[in-house]
Nanobody, 118 residues
C-alpha cells in the first residue's frame, strides 16, 4: 500500500510561483505513473501533469509552458513546479500514483490547496 502526502500549497499572487511536493510512504522507483490532478469548486477533477517511470511527461494544455513535473525516485518524491500562476489555477491539487502500464492511477493523496489571488 502506498500513502501519498502532498505539501507546498498556499496563497500566492498572480504571476507568482509555487512548488508542490508529494512524498510516498514507500519507494516510487517501481511505480509507473505519477501525476498531479486538481479540482476547483464546482468543477470535475482534471489531470494537470503526469510522468511515467521512463520519463515520459504529459500536461494539460492550460498549464503547458508554465508547470513542470519531475520525480526523484531516490527520495520517493514527485514535484510540480508551477510558474506564472493565474487565478484560474486555484484548486485543490492531488498527487496520484499507479502501478499499471500507461497513464492509470491507483493511489491518491489527500490534496493541498492552491489559491492564486488576482
Amino acid at each position: 500500500q502506498v500513502q501519498l502526502v502532498e505539501s507546498g500549497g498556499g496563497l500566492v499572487q498572480a504571476g507568482g510561483s509555487l512548488r508542490l511536493s508529494c512524498g510516498s510512504s514507500g519507494s516510487i522507483s517501481s511505480i509507473n505513473a505519477m501525476g498531479w490532478f486538481r479540482q476547483a469548486p464546482r468543477k470535475q477533477r482534471e489531470l494537470v501533469a503526469g510522468i511515467l517511470r521512463d520519463g515520459s511527461e504529459k500536461y494539460a494544455d492550460s498549464v503547458k509552458g508554465r508547470f513542470t513535473i519531475s520525480r526523484d525516485n531516490a527520495k520517493s518524491t514527485v514535484y510540480l513546479q508551477m510558474n506564472s500562476l493565474k487565478p484560474e489555477d486555484t484548486a485543490v491539487y492531488y498527487c496520484a500514483a499507479g502501478w499499471r502500464p500507461g497513464w492509470t492511477y491507483n493511489y491518491w493523496g489527500q490534496g493541498t490547496q492552491v489559491t492564486v489571488s488576482s
